[in-house]
């Protein structure tokens, strides 16, 4: 596989796991084969190892005292617990914006959903919600916090929302609903808006994930 330049090699044998778990080529409880994925990407074993070490900490790996590393459980609870926390600590940020409005936050807000609204191919479309939320996270989130927001997007990947074609009709109202919250500096509403756009996204994840037979719905992976 060529190397993507810009992107860290631990950040690519990262994607590619998780690329790997979503397409259902990794299942719950198999083994990951560090040398398969250097030789795969064409990396060496560190970074592998880096991004092992980065995926046991957000629960997607489970490493064995002497038996190696191998996929936690992953099912239908398991994406939504994973988008439920997205939308929590999005929600944390979200709040305290309609708490503490400033003019230009508002602008920039204003700007963004002025792009989300014409941007109806999914890329475009993609690419305006991220700085919707840079916004608001860069302003009024910590770098802990921030840190927490980036790892809870590890079932959120950039390449499936990028050609999702319904996500300007579905989800623009949602971003809609959040703006006018922190206009109206309402923080409940605010939060409220991030936490029903997580409960979608885990939707469409979920009936994507059903139809490439990944999961059963059913709760079993």
Known sequence: MPKKYGVKEKD???????????AGELRTGERINRDAIATALGVS????????????????????????????????????????????????????AAASPTPRVLAELDAALRDLRANKAPAGFQDAALE????????????????????????????????????????????????AAIHQ???EAARRACM???????????AELTRRGVLDRLGSG
């Open 132 to 179: 919707f939320r840079r916004i608001i996270v860069e302003e009024y989130a910590g770098p802990p916090l921030q840190a927490a927001i980036s790892a809870s997007r590890v079932f959120m990947p950039r390449g499936f929302w990028g050609s999702y074609v319904n996500e300007h009709d579905e989800f623009l109202p949602s971003f809609e609903a959040e703006a």
């Open 45 to 96: 074993r560190l970074p592998v190892q880096q991004a092992i070490d980065q995926l046991e900490q957000q629960g997607v790996l489970t490493s064995v005292y002497h038996r190696g590393v191998f996929v936690s459980r992953f099912d239908e609870a398991v994406v939504r617990e994973q988008h439920e926390l997205h939308g929590t600590l999005n929600a944390i940020p979200s709040a305290r």
């Open 196 to 206: 029903e756009r997580a409960e979608l996204q885990a939707e469409v994840v979920l």
């Open 185 to 187: 500096r309402d923080p």
């Open 12 to 22: 690519l044998v990262v994607y590619h796991i998780v690329d790997l778990v979503l």
